[in-house]
């Protein structure tokens, strides 16, 4: 019986003789050298087209996309933080006139990062309509037919039989289908192909990345992103005077604000009670209720870290937490001219915090003269004997709050905006204590601290908490997400799944004995390809199995291949 092997012949150039079995295992363009385009706009335009749409240019854009997106990460950003780029300004006198010519204060907006997302844009497109309509032409098309000499082919085997031909194509081609390869009978062979999803990983890989441009650029172009700070009984409405800070893309309307509002009923914090993470939080949340439209039906929820609230395109998310002492001032008179809940914003992990209480109108003093009072509040969630500058745990133990009282202008009316939570006392005086030094005094909850000369008192009545919220509405993030899931799938496919290509060819010898030639081919070299194809060998060899060589001794091997122990299994 003659017997066999698969040659694992290395992949020769391809010759003409190959014809179509060597062609469009891929839908990649052929290479060609380059060549002077012709003169005139139409030769220039075709290759500057050509050039835009090869996979060079479109990795040579991503690679400039990526370089350019560094500086948009390192440098302040007028569009996040307009504070920070005048401070920058400040300090680089040098150095930021040269960044704002080149844009690099608002790099994501700039021209030349515009210019290259644009190309990279076009370049994918060009790129993938060409190929997806020759893809679709291969999935109409038939696998090509067998070369003429199937030993040129990187992994090959032969054997004789006493099988007939036709019996043989039969077999293969039964086998190969059910081995879900495609397959028909060409001539004296049965050609067929399989591995299209590797190609179909490569196309959804790059349309993905397509989805992820759109959708990006939709999404900065149509977002929105505010903050608010909200006390505990208090709500907020989604319209853009309830904000503390807000921005949006360039393309952004106010008309595109979802319309709902919420109430803060409740926040709830717990915090790690020993151990090396004592103060650790533990719960952050916040009790709302809120509704949709203006005359939407409340409804309650808890908003948590990681879990925001969503309503239609629009997310709620809880970033902060602090705490707001209620404070009641009264003027010389007894009268209340104060009343209310002020935010202090926290300094460290232990919430020890800080802030002003400003009293614009209706105070007067002793004289009654009208004045302003500022006093500087510094608050202590847990207060401990001996340590006078902060707390030693963040949650409200034994609440201390420390008040610096001034009075005088404070700068309100002179057009200049100044922070709620800084005191600026060049033009006020500081409340002074019996020995004549900077009234000072340390509060607990219903104690009240008295102004000299019959000025007043200032009364730490409570202490509510409140939360910071972040609204964000950045449409198409959707697409964005799905985008992102598509291109890791189809980059998967394309890496991990070969498209490669089987012949069976089976003729009658010049002896009148069957001969059956098998070869493979795959569109890089690689171990799959031979190994398959002696899997298969091994199946149709047991069908077909070999016939004596010449003189019908069963031991003496045909010429024409290579010794073995038979076909691979």
């Given amino acids: 019986m003659s017997k066999s092997t698969v040659s694992e012949t290395p992949a020769a150039p391809e010759e003409p003789d190959l014809g179509a079995a060597g062609s469009q295992l891929s839908t990649a363009p052929v290479e060609t050298l380059a060549n002077v385009p012709a003169l005139g706009v139409i030769g220039w335009a075709r290759w500057f087209w050509r050039q835009l749409t090869s996979m060079r240019v479109a990795l040579l854009l991503l690679l400039l996309l990526a370089l350019g997106a560094i500086p948009g990460s390192l440098i302040p950003q007028t569009g996040n933080d307009a504070t920070k780029v005048a401070d920058f300004q400040q300090r680089h006198t040098t150095l930021a006139p040269v960044y704002d010519k080149l844009g690099l204060f608002n790099v994501y907006s700039s021209v030349w990062f515009s210019a290259i997302y644009i190309l990279l844009f076009v370049s994918l497109i060009g790129c993938i309509v060409p190929r997806t309509w020759q893809f679709v032409g291969q999935l109409r098309g038939r696998p090509p037919g067998a070369p003429k000499r199937l030993t040129r082919l990187p992994a090959y085997t ?36 399989k591995g299209y999803l590797r190609e179909v990983g490569n196309l959804v890989f790059h349309m993905a990345l397509i989805v992820m441009l759109v959708a990006f650029a939709w999404g900065q172009l149509y977002k929105s992103e505010g903050n608010k700070l909200v006390v505990e009984g208090d709500g907020f409405s989604n319209v853009l005077p309830s904000y503390d800070d807000f921005k949006s893309g360039n393309l952004f309307g106010v008309d595109a604000l979802t319309p709902f509002s919420f109430d803060l009923k409740k926040f709830t914090g717990t915090y790690e009670e020993s151990g090396p993470n004592k103060g650790t939080p533990r719960t952050y949340q916040a009790a709302l209720t809120y509704s949709v439209g203006a005359y939407g039906k409340e409804k309650k929820t808890v908003v948590k870290v990681n879990h925001p609230l969503e309503i239609d395109d629009s997310k709620v998310y809880l970033t902060a937490h602090g705490y707001a002492p209620v404070i009641t001032v009264r003027d010389g008179k007894g009268d209340v001219v104060f009343h209310d809940a002020v935010p202090l914003l926290p300094l460290d992990a232990n919430v020890t915090s800080s802030g002003v209480i400003k009293v614009y109108d209706g105070y007067r003093n002793a004289k009654g003269v009208s004045e302003q009072l500022g006093i500087k509040a510094t608050f202590l969630p847990t207060y401990t004997e001996g340590n006078e500058v902060g707390s030693t745990f963040p949650a409200l133990r034994n609440p201390v709050l420390n008040l610096e009282p001034y009075h005088g202008d404070l700068g309100v009316n002179s057009g200049i905006p100044q922070s709620v939570y800084q005191l600026d006392t060049s033009h006020m005086k500081g409340f002074k204590d019996s020995k004549d030094l900077q009234l000072r005094g340390n509060l607990r909850p219903g104690e009240t601290l008295t102004l000299p000369d019959g000025a007043g008192s200032i009364t730490y009545e409570s202490t509510r908490q409140w939360a910071n919220f972040q609204v964000t509405q950045q449409p198409a993030s959707g697409w964005a997400l799905t985008g992102a899931l598509a291109a890791i799938f189809g980059l998967a496919g394309s890496l991990f799944i070969q498209r490669r290509r089987v012949w069976v060819r089976a003729v009658k010898g010049a002896d009148g004995v069957t001969v059956v030639e098998m070869a493979g081919l795959g569109r890089s070299e690689s171990a799959k390809v031979p190994e398959e194809l002696g899997y298969l060998a091994g199946i149709l060899y047991d069908q077909a199995p070999g016939a004596p060589g010449p003189g019908n001794d069963p031991d003496s091997p045909d010429p024409h291949v290579v010794p073995s122990e038979g076909p691979e299994k």
């Avoid at 004789?160 to 879900?180: F, I, M, S, W």
């Fill in 158 to 193: 032969t054997w004789r039989t006493g099988a007939e031909p036709e019996q043989v194509r039969e077999a293969a081609l039964a086998l190969l289908k059910k081995r879900r390869f495609r397959a028909h009978l060409a001539g004296d062979a049965v050609a067929a192909e």
